[in-house]
């Protein structure tokens, strides 16, 4: 893969079940790229983010994400892909029986890390990112829809990922709490995560200029404009 690339898609065909959903799709995205995905419903944005996340394998042709060649991806490999992206769904999914800082400390230890101090400081850290270390020890239903898409968020940075893939994150917030959500994710790719987010809020993607793609017709359609 080349150097700056965390995605690179070539001539790749995007099937769910037996039906062609996408067609010899080309896509790349660099290294601190923040992209938005557009697209009717049912066009193909969320097949396509299943193909990035080894969710769905692809047919023909070939693609990297973060130095993972998606032909060769085995079931035993996508964990370790996984941990390479953060991914930030609409429904927040956050465990309601325990607190903010056990929500983390769940999933840092789900992906291998032991050390109890280390995982205390990296929670603290990505608090901190989403201006929420004040809440560690809330519960899920004393933040506000917003802030617990922010802690989605943190939760999607613990592991330090190549590339943040976000699928309608704003879709349940309010136009200035989306507003702040996109501030937040556009901030993240400044410091060298990409952030590939599928988004229908076209308010939203004429307030943040970027790099738009869209699923049209069975096609990726890259640098399309609004
Ligand atoms: N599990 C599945 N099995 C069979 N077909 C599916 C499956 N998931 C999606 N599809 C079909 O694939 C096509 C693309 O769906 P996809 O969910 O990727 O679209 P989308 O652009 O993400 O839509 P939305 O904006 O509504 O989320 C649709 O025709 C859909 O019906």
């Known amino acids: 893969m080349s150097g700056n690339s965390v995605i690179k ?30 697209g009717q419903t049912g066009s193909g ?6 193909i990035i996340y080894g969710d769905l394998h692809i047919g023909n042709g070939e693609g990297q994400v973060a130095g993972f060649d998606l032909k060769k991806l085995a079931e035993r490999d996508i964990p370790f892909l996984r941990r390479k992206l953060g991914i930030v769904f609409q429904d927040f999914q956050l465990l309601t029986d325990r607190t903010i800082e056990q929500n983390l400390e769940f999933v840092m230890k789900a992906t291998g890390w032991k050390d109890k101090k280390l995982i205390s400081e990296r929670i603290r850290d990505v608090l901190e990112k989403v201006g929420l270390r004040s809440k560690i020890k809330k519960m899920p239903h004393e933040l506000s829809g917003g802030e617990q898409q922010r802690v989605v968020i943190a939760r999607a940075l613990l592991n330090d990922p190549e590339l943040i893939l976000a699928d309608e994150p704003t879709g349940n917030l309010d136009p200035d ?34 790099r738009i793609i869209k699923c049209e017709g069975g096609h990726v359609h890259e640098d399309v404009t609004i």
């Open 9 to 38: 898609l070539q001539g790749v065909d995007v099937y769910q079940q037996k039906h062609l959903v996408l067609n010899n799709v080309n896509l790349h995205i660099d290294k601190g790229e923040f992209v938005f995905l557009i």
């Open 45 to 50: 944005k969320s097949s396509l983010l299943k």
């Open 177 to 210: 709490t989306s507003e702040e959500i996109v501030t937040l994710l556009k901030q993240i790719s400044l410091s060298g995560t990409s952030v590939l987010m599928a988004s229908h809020d076209f308010h939203i993607i004429r307030k943040f200029p970027t």
